[in-house]
């Protein structure tokens, strides 16, 4: 036995020089896609392009609107919000998984100990015809240790690494994008609740002017100097103006309760006082299309996951290779406890195992092209995600173009509709023209300030979408 054990040993560190000194790994190594990209965005004729001060997005980019409250909010979102929490936990888990899965490139090893008192049956077969068997009641003490490792000869565990770091990877980009949609749907809600704070200002105002209108006319009517119908209609009007308020009075509790659930409050608990001051569009630096696809966590999640189903085609073909385990374990083995620690008691053993699988009615053949198909779809799904980026940015830039001559044009309307509401109540007031011409005339006033309240509150909204399509402030 102890000629024997020279060259088992020899035999054993041979084929472990073989499995470190291996340095091929079956399936495809992965290369990161190139994407066609265009080199520029397309511009309205009169869009110029913002060159702000800082020249990038950064961290937090909301900031840049500069409400304080807004601020705020976002802080408390960061702090507070459940489905950043779950993104959170998911994105530790990928990275627990990583040392996990590192963790079966070395050798593992055990610790046993064991007591087990039995008796043998004195009628059992023979273990040989001239040594009668008898019954035997002993206790049998082990203490031992078995040390196994996978030699890793055709890079199965190595591409099982690769795909659990390529999983951190993605389960970080998917972080960072739950982040970014977060921030930008409470900015967005909030640039929306400020607007129905504005439209509700408007509201009230317009039906304090409509109620004093109606105390003039009713005063007229009585001294049968107006109509009964230009009573009814003024009476109308303001009933009209009062269900109008109360309708955006109830879209703004929608959105300060959805605001609530946003920053991890409860709605019953949460309240934003009114605020109508106006909120300055910042200058947004439009980014290279090359830049973009750097900059978005959607498509470095998407780039991450075709990295993890390329790791996953060569998990799958190394099936076809043989799997060989090094095993070595030691110990002593003794029918009482106090001979178990002595030179009679140790036993020993080293080997090594080649397992190949000769016949499978296809299932490893069908395991590599699962893992081919899912790699494509990736490659498809990453390809997607690209355009998708694209589509947005040059829909976020042409909206903000076109809300900039709108917001124009609906600051104009609302200054002509008030001075036209001015000259005919002046007129009715006079004697010289219909009652008629001042409810058009208020009508109109109305709806042109809402109007170019509304488009405000576009603009600030697709400033946010603008950033979100840009990546905010991720690096």
């Given at each position: 036995?102890k000629?024997r054990i020279p060259?088992?040993?020899?035999?054993?560190v041979?084929l472990l020089a073989?499995a470190?000194?291996?340095g091929?790994?079956?399936?495809?190594?992965y290369?990161?896609?190139?994407?066609?990209l265009?080199?520029?965005?397309?511009s309205?004729?009169d869009?110029?392009?913002?060159?702000?001060?800082?020249?990038?997005?950064k961290?937090n980019?909301?900031?840049?609107?500069g409400?304080?409250q807004?601020?705020a909010?976002?802080?408390?979102a960061?702090?507070?919000?459940q489905s950043?929490v779950?993104a959170?936990?998911?994105?530790?888990?990928a990275?627990?998984q990583?040392t996990a899965s590192a963790?079966?490139?070395?050798?593992?090893?055990?610790l046993l100990?064991?007591?087990?008192?039995?008796?043998?049956?004195a009628?059992?077969?023979?273990s040989?015809?001239?040594v009668?068997?008898?019954s035997?009641?002993?206790?049998?003490p082990?203490?031992g240790?078995?040390?196994?490792?996978?030699?890793?000869l055709?890079?199965?565990?190595?591409?099982?690494v690769?795909?659990a770091?390529?999983a951190?990877?993605?389960?970080?980009?998917d972080?960072?994008?739950?982040r970014?949609?977060?921030?930008a749907?409470?900015?967005?809600s909030?640039f929306?609740?400020?607007e129905?704070?504005?439209?509700?200002d408007?509201l009230?105002?317009?039906?304090v002017?409509?109620?004093?209108?109606?105390?003039?006319?009713?005063?007229r009517h009585?001294?049968?100097?107006?109509?009964?119908?230009?009573?009814a209609?003024?009476q109308?009007?303001?009933e009209?103006?009062?269900?109008?308020?109360a309708?955006v009075q109830?879209?703004?509790a929608?959105?300060?309760?959805?605001?609530?659930a946003?920053t991890g409050t409860?709605?019953p608990?949460?309240?934003l006082?009114p605020?109508?001051?106006?909120?300055?569009?910042?200058?947004?630096?439009p980014e290279?299309?090359?830049?973009?696809l750097?900059?978005?966590?959607?498509?470095?999640?998407?780039?991450r996951?075709?990295?993890?189903?390329?790791?996953?085609?060569?998990?799958?073909?190394a099936?076809?290779y043989?799997?060989?385990?090094?095993?070595?374990s030691?110990?002593?083995d003794?029918?009482?406890?106090?001979?178990?620690?002595?030179?009679?008691?140790?036993?020993?053993?080293?080997g090594?195992?080649m397992t190949e699988?000769?016949?499978?009615?296809?299932?490893?053949?069908a395991n590599v092209?699962?893992a081919?198909s899912a790699?494509v779809?990736?490659?498809a799904?990453y390809?997607?995600?690209?355009?998708?980026a694209?589509?947005?940015?040059?829909t976020?830039?042409?909206?903000l173009a076109?809300?900039?001559?709108a917001?124009?044009?609906a600051?104009a309307?609302a200054l002509s509709?008030?001075?036209?509401y001015?000259i005919?109540?002046?007129?009715y007031?006079?004697?010289?023209d219909?009652?008629?011409?001042?409810?058009?005339?208020?009508q109109?006033?109305?709806t042109n300030?809402?109007?170019a309240?509304q488009?405000?509150?576009?603009q600030?909204?697709?400033?946010?979408?603008?950033?979100?399509?840009?990546?905010?402030g991720?690096?």
């Amino acid at each position: 036995m102890k000629r024997r054990i020279p060259v088992l040993a020899g035999v054993l560190v041979q084929l472990l020089a073989l499995a470190l000194l291996s340095g091929c790994a079956v399936g495809p190594d992965y290369q990161k896609p190139q994407s066609t990209l265009p080199a520029n965005w397309q511009s309205l004729p009169d869009f110029k392009p913002a060159q702000p001060g800082d020249g990038k997005l950064k961290g937090n980019w909301w900031e840049m609107f500069g409400d304080a409250q807004l601020n705020a909010l976002e802080q408390q979102a960061l702090s507070h919000n459940q489905s950043l929490v779950v993104a959170a936990e998911h994105l530790k888990q990928a990275r627990l998984q990583v040392t996990a899965s590192a963790s079966i490139q070395l050798p593992s090893a055990d610790l046993l100990l064991s007591d087990a008192r039995y008796k043998t049956a004195a009628a059992r077969p023979l273990s040989a015809y001239n040594v009668p068997n008898s019954s035997v009641v002993q206790n049998n003490p082990q203490l031992g240790f078995a040390v196994n490792y996978e030699a890793d000869l055709f890079g199965r565990v190595r591409r099982v690494v690769e795909g659990a770091n390529a999983a951190a990877g993605q389960a970080e980009a998917d972080f960072e994008n739950a982040r970014l949609v977060l921030m930008a749907e409470l900015a967005t809600s909030y640039f929306n609740l400020r607007e129905q704070d504005q439209e509700i200002d408007i509201l009230q105002k317009s039906v304090v002017l409509q109620h004093k209108a109606l105390d003039f006319i009713r005063v007229r009517h009585e001294l049968d100097y107006a109509t009964g119908l230009d009573l009814a209609q003024q009476q109308a009007l303001l009933e009209s103006s009062q269900t109008q308020l109360a309708l955006v009075q109830n879209q703004r509790a929608a959105l300060q309760n959805a605001i609530a659930a946003l920053t991890g409050t409860a709605a019953p608990e949460f309240k934003l006082a009114p605020q109508t001051g106006p909120v300055a569009i910042p200058a947004i630096p439009p980014e290279l299309p090359s830049e973009v696809l750097q900059r978005r966590p959607d498509i470095a999640s998407a780039e991450r996951a075709m990295a993890v189903a390329n790791a996953n085609i060569g998990v799958a073909k190394a099936a076809y290779y043989p799997a060989l385990m090094l095993q070595a374990s030691g110990g002593w083995d003794s029918n009482q406890w106090s001979r178990l620690i002595s030179a009679p008691a140790i036993l020993w053993s080293l080997g090594a195992s080649m397992t190949e699988h000769v016949f499978d009615n296809g299932k490893t053949t069908a395991n590599v092209n699962i893992a081919e198909s899912a790699y494509v779809a990736a490659t498809a799904s990453y390809r997607q995600s690209v355009l998708v980026a694209m589509q947005e940015v040059q829909t976020g830039m042409d909206s903000l173009a076109i809300l900039q001559q709108a917001d124009q044009s609906a600051q104009a309307a609302a200054l002509s509709s008030a001075r036209a509401y001015e000259i005919a109540s002046a007129r009715y007031n006079g004697g010289l023209d219909i009652f008629l011409n001042v409810i058009t005339a208020q009508q109109t006033l109305l709806t042109n300030q809402r109007q170019a309240a509304q488009i405000q509150a576009q603009q600030l909204t697709t400033a946010v979408y603008l950033v979100k399509a840009m990546g905010g402030g991720w690096q």
